[in-house]
């Protein structure tokens, strides 16, 4: 056991000289990576400027609800919507358009995943509560309609 002892001790040395100049160089500094070059980044581009062929949809589609032609906006929004899914102002423009073919359960979904894709857009996600609270008068549900009313009165 004493001869283990010598050998152990004799030895301990080796693994520390091996790692010497790398310790020496990390405490050193000269081991951390060279400083690279701060590059400033454009803006990302906001969604209204990304995709103009769906924002001229949208406003083909405003204006032939404006009109009344509900079909035919719903065919306009649904090619917009093929081009760019993610436009939570698409899924509203779809909402209103569901509120007013009297469909109030399919224009709740439609302003929940507007909400959902809106992000910091208070304006929209605004504009979805109300709409929100007239389709749910429209189907008789005053308790829901009354949350969706707390929950736009709470957007600033």
């Given at each position: ?29 000269g081991g ?103 389709a749910y ?20």
């Amino acid at each position: 056991m004493n001869s283990y002892k010598k050998r152990k001790e004799k030895y301990w040395l080796i693994p520390t000289l091996m790692f010497l100049p790398l310790w020496l160089t990390l405490l050193l500094g000269g081991g951390c990576a060279p400083r690279q070059k701060i590059v400033n980044y454009p803006h990302p581009v906001k969604k209204q400027d990304k995709n103009t062929a769906s924002n001229r949809l949208l406003k083909d589609a405003e204006q032939t609800m404006a009109a009344g032609q509900y079909s035919q906006a719903e065919i306009l929004l649904e090619r917009a919507l093929r081009i760019d899914s993610s436009n939570e102002e698409l899924w509203h423009a779809m909402a209103q358009l569901k509120l007013a073919e009297n469909q109030p359960s399919q224009s709740v979904q439609f302003c929940l995943k507007s909400n959902s894709l809106a992000g910091n857009n208070t304006r929209i996600i605004r504009s979805n509560w109300i709409m929100m609270e007239k389709a749910y008068l429209r189907m008789g549900d005053k308790k829901l309609a009354a949350q969706a009313q707390q929950q736009y009165m709470a957007i600033h």
